[in-house]
């Protein structure tokens, strides 16, 4: 697997990370654990040194298993997590909480959920209106100065956020979510990145599955599965944005390979400092996933795919109105 440095963070970390969401939560039933253990290494196994996860997913279940699972060769990967949020006894997310006192409570049980003593890299998950980034940066600071924590992130955070940030602590990179059918980040937030040496991370890469032409028009989705309430993922919509989907399989059929791997493969042909996550918990798509950092896509191919989707008008929106409120800030 090729490498890429996150920006000028001195982060190296393989060209495609795994987005270890999905196994835990977010897309229907959990995984069995041993086969999502399992799964984790042979990501390890085929090169991959870069792994994601989250104090949400799950709560907690995925920085366990992601610990359980990389406790043999911890000091050969870079784990990414995220804070930011409040849980009730049941485990419900009740509102946002990025406060210093609760970064650095939430750092020390994630180290215990993680097998390590410390975290490569840390995400503020989604920006806090009530608390000023500038604590959070100066809070993660102070973490990289006990040594607790190596690297700061950014996730789903807007221009404004990432350069007030920055001059507190620098930020190593920004995860968002970036694709064929969600191209917002390259109005500000690419060439913000770009100016200040910061790496990108783009999830959902393959738009939640929809690039991959395997979700069918009339899809019905587990209770457990974020995209029922997902105003993109409707029967109406899905519809009128298969038009993307065809074309992407024409592209990828006259290149002899995958949607799933065009999709990939345009990513990383945007800029060289961005890595980004899909997540599976398949491993024929995890070995379909990583073979799109062998697929090169010249100048042409770029050229094709954009006069393809300047063709295509993508509907609805990526978010319900309550989520969408949380990014961008």
Same mark, same amino acid.
């Given at each position: 697997?090729?490498?890429?440095?996150?920006?000028?963070?001195?982060?190296?970390?393989?060209?495609?990370?795994?987005?270890?969401?999905?196994?835990?939560?977010?897309?229907?039933?959990?995984?069995?654990?041993?086969?999502?253990?399992?799964?984790?290494?042979?990501?390890?196994?085929?090169?991959?040194? @870069?792994?994601?996860?989250?104090?949400?997913?799950?709560?907690?279940?995925? $920085? $366990?298993?992601?610990?359980?699972?990389? $406790?043999? *060769?911890?000091?050969?990967?870079?784990?990414?997590?995220? @804070?930011? *949020?409040?849980?009730?006894?049941?485990? /419900?997310?009740?509102?946002?909480?990025?406060?210093?006192?609760?970064? %650095?409570?939430?750092?020390?049980?994630?180290?215990? %959920?993680?097998?390590?003593?410390?975290?490569?890299?840390?995400?503020?998950? !989604?920006?806090?209106?009530?608390?000023?980034?500038?604590?959070?940066?100066?809070?993660?600071?102070?973490?990289?100065?006990?040594?607790?924590?190596?690297?700061?992130?950014?996730?789903?955070?807007?221009?404004?956020?990432?350069?007030?940030?920055?001059?507190?602590?620098?930020?190593?990179?920004?995860?968002?979510?970036?694709?064929?059918?969600?191209?917002?980040?390259? /109005?500000?937030?690419?060439?913000?990145?770009?100016?200040?040496?910061?790496? *990108?991370?783009?999830?959902?890469?393959?738009?939640?599955?929809?690039?991959?032409?395997?979700?069918?028009?009339?899809?019905?989705?587990?209770?457990?599965?974020?995209? /029922?309430?997902?105003?993109?993922?409707? #029967?109406?919509?899905?519809?009128?944005?298969?038009?993307?989907?065809?074309?992407?399989?024409?592209?990828?059929?006259?290149?002899?390979?995958?949607?799933?791997?065009?999709?990939?493969?345009?990513?990383?042909?945007? !800029?060289?400092?961005?890595?980004?996550?899909?997540?599976?918990? /398949?491993?024929? !798509?995890?070995?379909?996933?990583?073979?799109?950092?062998?697929?090169?896509?010249?100048?042409?191919?770029?050229? #094709?795919?954009?006069?393809?989707?300047?063709?295509?008008?993508?509907?609805?929106?990526?978010?319900?109105?309550?989520?969408?409120?949380?990014?961008? !800030?």
């Amino acid at each position: 697997m090729k490498k890429r440095e996150l920006g000028n963070s001195g982060l190296v970390v393989s060209a495609l990370g795994f987005g270890c969401m999905g196994l835990s939560y977010g897309y229907g039933p959990a995984t069995e654990k041993t086969q999502a253990v399992s799964l984790i290494r042979a990501a390890y196994e085929r090169g991959v040194t @870069f792994f994601d996860t989250a104090e949400a997913y799950g709560p907690y279940a995925n $920085e $366990e298993l992601v610990g359980e699972a990389l $406790e043999p *060769f911890r000091d050969e990967v870079v784990i990414a997590t995220k @804070f930011g *949020f409040h849980f009730d006894a049941e485990g /419900k997310q009740a509102g946002m909480n990025s406060k210093p006192d609760h970064i %650095r409570e939430y750092v020390d049980a994630a180290l215990k %959920r993680l097998r390590t003593d410390v975290v490569d890299l840390l995400y503020q998950h !989604r920006v806090d209106p009530e608390v000023p980034i500038e604590e959070v940066a100066g809070a993660v600071k102070e973490l990289i100065a006990k040594g607790k924590v190596k690297h700061f992130g950014l996730s789903e955070a807007g221009a404004q956020t990432i350069r007030k940030a920055h001059p507190v602590q620098r930020v190593a990179a920004v995860e968002s979510e970036y694709s064929l059918w969600w191209r917002e980040p390259e /109005k500000e937030i690419l060439p913000t990145l770009e100016e200040l040496g910061i790496g *990108f991370v783009p999830f959902s890469p393959l738009g939640k599955g929809f690039l991959t032409g395997a979700i069918q028009q009339d899809q019905k989705f587990d209770d457990k599965d974020f995209r /029922k309430i997902v105003p993109r993922f409707n #029967e109406e919509n899905m519809k009128a944005n298969q038009g993307l989907v065809d074309a992407v399989g024409h592209l990828a059929d006259a290149k002899g390979v995958t949607r799933a791997q065009i999709a990939l493969a345009w990513l990383l042909a945007q !800029r060289p400092w961005i890595v980004p996550i899909p997540g599976t918990t /398949k491993l024929h !798509r995890l070995e379909e996933n990583l073979g799109a950092a062998e697929v090169e896509l010249n100048t042409q191919d770029l050229q #094709e795919i954009e006069e393809a989707l300047s063709k295509i008008e993508v509907v609805g929106d990526r978010y319900p109105a309550h989520l969408q409120a949380r990014v961008g !800030r």
